[in-house]
């Protein structure tokens, strides 16, 4: 069965510094997503991505935060100057295409700001 | 605005019963996802649905659309069921999905 992976699993960060969660999404797929999960909340969608831009956003999602793929592998998450308030589970996830096919999801990267 | 509801939010049962989960939405839809997710908090997805229903082995999921209202049903029940499933609401080719609170399911052996 073919993965998203992420890394870390789990990172503790001091509050004011950058971030950087990484993704690999699954070779053929084409639509990258970012979602977060505050402990005891429900999941909240971030950002979408396709075609090397941003096709979506959320509230959330300021300017704090952005994503890339550099190199055609990975996709990753910047967190520019951390918050209390960040700390969260990170889950990436992937699609082949918009024709409704299944969304795979990571692990999630656990992200723990002091 | 999408607000999702999901109910219960904690089921316990014995192995082998019937479990029926369920959410409604308030904003008319094209995709409702069944997502399950493990207590080390990584997520499946289970199902996505337009309308009608969809059978996966023991689980079956189905949605109204009109009633915007989708139910999760597992049959013959098993501990390895044991997981919070969530359910999304949103429209094809679009992840920006809105989350329900999850319900908490515990199987009893």
């Known amino acids: 069965e073919p993965e998203v992976t992420q890394t870390p699993s789990h990172q503790v960060t001091q509050m004011g510094q950058e971030v950087i969660l990484r993704c690999v999404p699954i070779?053929?797929?084409?639509?990258f997503y970012w979602y977060r999960q505050i402990l005891g909340q429900k999941v909240e969608f971030l950002v979408s991505f396709y075609n090397n831009e941003i096709s979506e956003k959320s509230e959330i999602f300021d300017d704090q935060f952005s994503v890339e793929r550099p190199d055609g592998s990975n996709f990753t998450l910047k967190i520019r100057s951390t918050k209390l308030e960040d700390s969260a589970m990170y889950f990436c996830?992937?699609?082949?295409?918009?024709?409704?096919?299944?969304?795979?999801f990571g692990e999630g990267s656990w992200l723990t700001v002091v | 605005k999408n607000e999702v509801e999901q109910s219960p939010q904690n089921l316990t049962a014995q192995e082998g019963e019937f479990i029926t989960i369920n959410c409604s939405y308030s904003?008319?839809?094209?995709?409702l996802h069944w997502l399950q997710q493990h207590p080390g908090g990584g997520i499946v997805s289970l199902f996505m649905l337009s309308s009608g229903k969809k059978k996966h082995g023991r689980l079956i999921a189905t949605i109204n659309i009109q009633e915007k209202h989708s139910s999760l049903h597992i049959t013959a029940s098993h501990p390895r069921d044991s997981a919070v499933y969530i359910c999304?609401?949103?429209?094809?080719?679009?992840?920006?999905?809105?989350f329900g609170t999850g319900t908490r399911l515990t199987i009893i052996p």
């Open positions: 070779s053929n797929h084409l639509y």
């Open positions: 904003v008319g839809i094209s995709a």
């Open positions: 996830a992937s699609r082949t295409d918009s024709s409704g096919n299944t969304i795979y």
């Open positions: 999304a609401a949103g429209n094809f080719g679009n992840e920006k999905l809105t």
